[in-house]
């Protein structure tokens, strides 16, 4: 198994100690929730849109997206139709629901849904969002895993390592040491990733002139996928639709994303922030997947030959530790590191705000504020290990299914619901919660029956043979979700007034 020389070691060392170290300076600062959850709201727009780029870019995007246009098996740009989906759902959200998050003292998404319906509303979309949140980061924990293992003899304890380094800056420095941190570890990823283009285009004989003629040649650089199929998840169709929904589900329903807007210093600032982050998004899964074509070309010439029959999201760890020069893969390692880090550690501050305003606060209301700032780090610790046993059980499970997959199914399985509850709060209060519930119930009910045979459970059941395989692609998920919780509680809460009205009107005619 490779390991890595003095030097890389030193490298990745000093990032974890320099992390580590911003986490204590800012712990001093930790009043109050206010600061400790959205850095005081003096946070410039700049700041805010590189916490969501980095945010989002995990060790998922770093490593996992690159094997996508290097599989073999027909890997191509197509992933980056997403990314126009994306761009529209981000710009519906910052004119549709960002006024409603920075009009008052907000530190939770999710109290919103609780001045519009009630408490029993906020608290079943914030355990959504906190199952969601758990699973979806546990797989991000454990693909981070894969490379480091070659660092640290396993994924086991590379596992633990990135765990728990994450929740203790994270719980020393709140919110502002997540941001800070996000602006260093964005820096060093995106360093990184072009630092790990350089040496593809140097290992190539023919270098750029190779990469464009021979990727052209195996139509690796096909962009566009038009023809509509439903299980297929990478189309136009699926891109631009579904991608725009889960879009405005993720940056829209999500306490992570919000947590990071409520940290802006005016709704113009957060706006401007999430729209361009959507671009700076797009040029990173760009720069990804060519990493990835190259990656294949130096497969097929003979110079990668390590990568043969290798699992796609292993091949760039798999090239960071065996082809780069000293130095270079420690600047890498840490890129990776930080890559999962910036999303991990967002996740923790945002799960322990999420349990502490949604939960706690509203039945412990007259604590003073240092005890719930206590609370909140013994929340950031818990869920950091809830977190390390999902990416635990994920190493045990095996599969050979793409990470980055894996996670926007789950986050598409439940934040579409989650967008339907915050699209239903802007009606004017004409939907009531009982209704709103039961339409978020039936939604969920829906996305698992068009899920299940995706997973396999239902092959060998006596079932009908459609429904035996695929029957729709985890792109659709959040509009299939959304819209069935919007259109059932409409529907509901139609019936409940004609019932009314009918009864109202026998009362008065009597």
Known sequence: MPQLLPLDLAIVGVYVLGMTLLGVWFTRAQKD????????????????????????????TFLSVPGLSFNPAGGNFTFLQLSFGYIIGRCLVAWLLLPQYMNGELFSAYQVLKERFDPSVQRVASGLFLL???????????????????????VTPAIIVVGVVTIVYTYLGGMKAVIWTDLIQFIIKIAGAVLAGVFVL??????????????????????????????????????????????????????????????????????????????????????????????????????FPE??????????????????????????????LAAAMSTL??????????????????????????????????????????QMGVAYGAYKAGGNKSVVEQVLAVAGFTTGLLLGLFLLGSTKRFV????????????FATVFAVWLPSSGITADLPVPSFYKGALIAWPWFAPIGAGTTVLVALALQVIAYCVTWRRKRGTSVA
């Open 307 to 336: 990568a043969a029959g290798k699992r796609n999201d292993e091949v760039f760890g798999l090239f960071i530790v065996t082809k780069l020069p000293t130095g270079v893969v420690g600047v890498l390692v840490a890129a990776v």
């Open 432 to 443: 009531q919660s009982w209704a709103a519930l039961t339409g978020l119930v039936c939604g």
């Open 132 to 154: 969601t949140r758990t699973v979806a980061d546990g797989l991000r924990i454990f693909l981070t895993a894969l490379l480091l293992q070659f660092v640290l003899g396993g």
């Open 202 to 303: 140097k290992l190539l004989p023919g270098g750029w002139d190779q990469f464009l003629t021979e990727g052209e040649a195996v139509g690796k650089f096909r962009l566009i996928d038009a023809e509509f199929r439903p299980t297929v998840a990478l189309n136009i169709w699926a891109g631009v639709i579904g991608g725009a929904v889960f879009s405005m589900a993720s940056h829209g329903a999500d306490q992570l994303m919000v947590q990071r807007y409520l940290c802006a210093k005016s709704l113009g600032q957060a706006r401007l922030a999430l729209v361009l982050s959507g671009f700076v998004v797009l040029a990173q899964f760009l720069l990804f997947l060519a990493v990835g074509v190259g990656m294949y070309l130096l497969l097929e010439g003979g110079q």
């Open 33 to 60: 929730l206010r600061t400790y959850f959205v850095g005081g709201r003096n946070i410039g727009w700049f700041m805010v849109l590189v916490s969501i780029v980095a945010t989002e870019t995990s060790a998922v």
């Open 345 to 386: 550690s967002s996740s923790l501050n945002s799960s322990a705000n999420a349990v502490v305003t949604d939960f706690y606060r509203p039945l412990r209301p007259n604590r003073g504020e240092g005890h719930y700032v206590l609370l909140s780090r013994v929340m950031t610790a818990a869920w950091g290990l809830a």
